[in-house]
């Protein structure tokens, strides 16, 4: 199975920083990678797929890069309703897909 | 408007069972590949099962392999996940997601516990 390490695993940023979060495949992945943000009690929102395509109706702050085995998912500048768990995913080929540990976003 | 609603969660004690549905609208159902996800309290995301759409091609996570079965019913725009043998670790919020991942239900409770 493809593991996927995602990093950091929690942030405290200032509104209008910079935010980034690695997530690092087991093995080649190609681009077949989402990116999720998820808010306390709700489902998972996807954000980015194959891993740099913004999914439709997501603001333009958020974007990710890479392929193959690292990928970076990128906040420009971090707004309140940014805090949240970014979960990154990836679908190569068949199941299991797997998710990265996730990384809690904070407000400092 | 794409919709995914679950149901069919609750408590039950360990070994017992449980049948979650999820009534999708909004689009094509017979047309989608169908996924189960779910998320113990305060844990991360754990993908469960997959199905095609015409249910040719089923896929499980080693972790419920041989105690759950994923099934669709396309005349009734229905995912159902059947759960037997439950144990506490099976706790959590269940989630079904269409494929290409873009829409999620709302998710439903499931809580294994004597």
Known sequence: DIQMTQSPSSLSASVGDRVTITCQASQDISNYLNWYQQKPGKAPKLLIYDASNLETGVPSRFSGSGSGTDFTFTISSLQPEDIATYYCQQYDNLPPWTFGQGTKVEIK | ?114
């Open chain 2, 1 to 114: 408007e794409v919709q995914l609603v679950e149901s069919g969660g609750g408590l039950v004690k360990p070994g017992g069972s449980l049948r979650l549905s999820c009534a999708a609208s909004g689009f094509t159902f017979s047309s989608y590949s169908m996924n189960w996800v779910r998320q113990a309290p305060g844990k991360g995301l754990e993908w469960v099962s997959s199905i095609s759409s015409s249910s040719s091609y089923i896929y499980y996570a080693d972790s419920v392999k041989g105690r759950f079965t994923i099934s669709r019913d396309n005349a009734k725009n229905s995912l159902y996940l059947q759960m037997n043998s439950l144990r506490a670790e099976d706790t959590a919020v269940y989630y079904c997601a269409r494929s290409r991942w873009g829409f999620w239900g709302q998710g439903t409770l499931v809580t294994v516990s004597s």
